[in-house]
């Protein structure tokens, strides 16, 4: 057992000539990704990796998305965001909708992969489309976007963010099992999918095969 991680591992680190190894924990990955709704690297992660490997491989995935960024939160409760009161707006009602979506990880996936394409309703438009297409009461999200102070997604996404973006600093973050790595991140951010196969593959009890580069 301990001889074939080293040797996938010796193989990951002959394919990428820098790397460690991502492993299942009980057959599963945790994938946390920390997010900023104007984010052009985000948008194309989720389009062009997120989606695509969760097509292949989100019976195996466990996923929680943290839409904060590289928010700051000053003294008298007031936030910044990296690309304005719009991203702000965004990613508190993204926050928002993953919190009533929780539980459901493919409706938070495909809510965000409505917020993070064309138009960008929450962010460009201040619109609620995604939200009623993921069937969220539009009564209820417009009152949990306006009353920060009535739960604790605020802090909790921020506390979620430190550590990665402390290590990572990047957005998006992409965190494993909760270990932030900065090569890993630079690795999932370019072929998300190849680092999830491999480290699928190299757990003889997901039966997954066949990984490519
Ligand atoms: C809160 O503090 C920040 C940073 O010091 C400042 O820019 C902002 O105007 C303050 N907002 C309010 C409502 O006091
Ligand atoms: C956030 O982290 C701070 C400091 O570790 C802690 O005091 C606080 O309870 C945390 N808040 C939440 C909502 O987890």
């Not at 080293?6 to 924990?25: E, H, K």
């Not at 195996?60 to 839409?67: A, G, M, N, Y």
């Amino acid at each position: 057992m301990a001889n074939q991680h080293y040797l996938i591992c010796i193989c990951f680190v002959l394919a990428f000539s820098y790397a460690s190894c991502v492993q299942t924990v009980n057959g599963r990955i945790k994938i946390t990704v920390g997010t900023t709704s104007a984010c052009i690297d985000t948008i194309n992660f989720f389009r062009d990796q997120l989606v695509p490997t969760y097509n292949l491989y989100g019976d195996f995935l466990d996923l929680e998305i943290v839409p904060w960024g590289r928010t700051v939160r000053h003294d008298n409760g007031t936030l910044t965001c990296q690309f304005g009161e719009n991203d702000c707006w965004a990613n508190r009602l993204h926050r928002c909708a993953l919190n009533f979506l929780r539980g459901n990880q493919k409706a938070q996936l495909d809510y965000m992969a409505c917020e993070l394409a064309p138009p960008y309703p929450a962010y460009r438009q201040a619109s609620f489309a995604c939200v009623q297409a993921a069937g969220i009461s539009i009564i209820q999200a417009d009152f949990c976007v306006n009353n920060p102070g009535s739960d604790t997604l605020d802090e909790d996404a921020r506390n979620a963010s430190i550590e990665p973006m402390a290590v990572i600093n990047f957005v998006p973050s992409i965190v494993f099992n909760d270990l932030p790595d900065r090569d890993i991140h630079l690795q999932a951010f370019r072929r998300l999918s190849s680092v999830v196969c491999f480290a699928l593959a190299d757990d003889p009890t997901t039966g997954v095969t066949g990984c490519q580069i």
